[in-house]
């Protein structure tokens, strides 16, 4: 299940929008699903997001930040060579960091 927090640990949902009223409605298409994390691990997004959207051109808007979203996956104990970053930029692109690299704490 899903939940406005920014630990998308909990799980997500990739739907089609098509009123753009920034709820999933009967009847909009769900892309993919993504359950809760069977373990304490986290992915935190920045700046307290708990959506991402696209647009039809594949441009993301309303980040939290005017330049990107970062998402961080942390493990459960916590160990530093695990932590990734996802890092998603206002073209749609995305870049994967390792820890300790710029932009990921």
């Known amino acids: 299940s899903c939940s406005s927090s920014n630990n998308w640990g909990n799980g997500w949902i990739i739907y089609v929008d098509s009123n753009s009223n ?3 409605d009967g009847g909009e298409p769900i892309l993919k699903t993504e359950q809760k994390f069977q373990t304490n691990d ?3 997004a920045s700046g307290n997001a ?3 959207k696209f647009n039809r051109d594949g441009f993301a808007f309303d980040l939290p ?5 970062t998402l961080t996956l942390t493990t459960t ?3 530093a060579s ?7 930029g206002l ?3 995305f870049n994967i960091l390792k820890q300790g690299a710029s932009g990921c704490a």
């Not at 930040?65 to 979203?69: C, I, T």
């Open 91 to 93: 073209s749609g692109s």
């Open 42 to 44: 986290q992915l935190l």
């Open 65 to 69: 930040s005017s330049a990107s979203l």
């Open 22 to 24: 920034g709820s999933l």
């Open 50 to 52: 708990s959506n991402l």
């Open 82 to 88: 695990a932590q990734r970053c996802l890092v998603i």
């Open 77 to 79: 104990p916590q160990d």
